[in-house]
């Protein structure tokens, strides 16, 4: 689905009256676009996949949970075009998962850093060259494309936005750590602890 992106923006500027952050003002350029989709049926894996294999620059992904293989096999050919800068951060839970995608990045090349500096790093991005954005609800998982109720947003030709995430993201991984298979963390994470 397309939409203006025009109505969205206005949500997200009306939303960071409360957030105290700052927000990319909208586009004026008519061409800016967001491709919207709702899981399950609409192969949102599949969708950003695309997107992904589309990159010529960068694509950094920052997911609290990340299953997908659709995704993660992308993510792995952008990153064997050697001019594509493929970056992703974890929550520190995907460290000890059975069926995290930490393992497939590390064993493929691709730089891949664990976040533990909060309970739960619950981010669901990525950005792709200088102005393709893609967030939502969505987890990066099978579960996420085809069984849960899910929203994810592509917002596309809108480098301010990018910028803003692009920032987000280096902010993230300069406080990650490298990962390595089997790696554990002095506190447990949030998912880890019980009520």
């Not at 990525?126 to 579960?143: E, H, P, Q, R, Y």
């Amino acid at each position: 689905m397309k939409h203006c992106v025009t109505a969205i923006a206005s949500a997200l500027l009306c939303a960071s009256a409360f957030a105290q952050t700052t927000i990319a003002t909208p586009p004026t350029a008519s061409n800016a676009a967001v491709d919207v989709f709702f899981s399950p049926g609409a192969n949102t894996d599949q969708a950003i996949a695309a997107a992904i294999l589309s990159a010529t620059k960068r694509v950094w992904i920052a997911g609290y949970y990340f299953t997908s293989a659709p995704i993660a096999k992308a993510l792995h050919e952008a990153h064997e075009r050697k001019h594509v800068d493929v970056r992703v951060v974890l929550d520190r839970s995907q460290a000890s998962l059975k069926y995290s995608s930490a393992t497939y990045f590390h064993n493929q090349g691709v730089p891949i850093k664990m976040n533990a500096r909060y309970p739960v790093m619950h981010h669901k991005f990525l950005v792709i060259d200088s102005d393709i954005v893609g967030f939502g609800s969505m987890n990066f998982t099978k579960a996420g494309a085809q069984s849960n109720a899910e929203n994810f947003n592509m917002f596309r030709r809108w480098p301010k936005l990018a910028d803003t995430y692009a920032r987000e993201f280096a902010r993230l991984e300069g406080e990650s750590v490298a990962y390595t298979p089997g790696m554990v963390f002095d506190t447990p994470a949030a998912s880890e602890k019980s009520e």
